[in-house]
Nanobody, 117 residues
């Protein structure tokens, strides 16, 4: 199975920005959809954003709508998550995933995002 590798996490102050990247280990992205999820300590993993290959427009959880933006670069086989106006409650491990129309079936190992107040 193709490995997904996230990068770009780190420590940022309240109101700051980060851009996460997700690349496929073999350099190709052939899945129907790509997305980002996050898991905060003591909480379940939750959906953040997703994009359908070739469609362009992203889908977002209401908690990040207008602040986060998902995009895909077919030439670089990379999916990005631009995160602006970050809040302490955005602190979590962020996971990249790919999937079919009915299931998310491949996951990265995650990258830590910490927003300090």
């Amino acid at each position: 199975q193709v490995q997904l590798v996230e990068s770009g996490g780190g420590l940022v102050q309240d109101g700051g920005s980060l851009r996460l990247s997700c690349a496929a280990s073999d350099g190709t992205f052939s899945s129907y959809r790509m997305g980002w999820f996050r898991q905060a300590p003591g909480k379940d993993r939750e959906f953040v954003a997703a994009i359908i290959r070739g469609y362009g427009a992203g889908m977002y959880d209401p908690s990040v709508q207008g602040r986060f933006f998902i995009s895909g670069d077919n030439a670089e086989n990379t999916v990005y998550l631009q995160m602006n106006s970050l809040k302490p409650e955005d602190t979590a491990v962020y996971y990249c995933a790919t999937g079919t129309p009915s299931a998310w079936n491949n996951w990265g190992r995650g990258t830590q995002v910490t927003v300090s107040s």
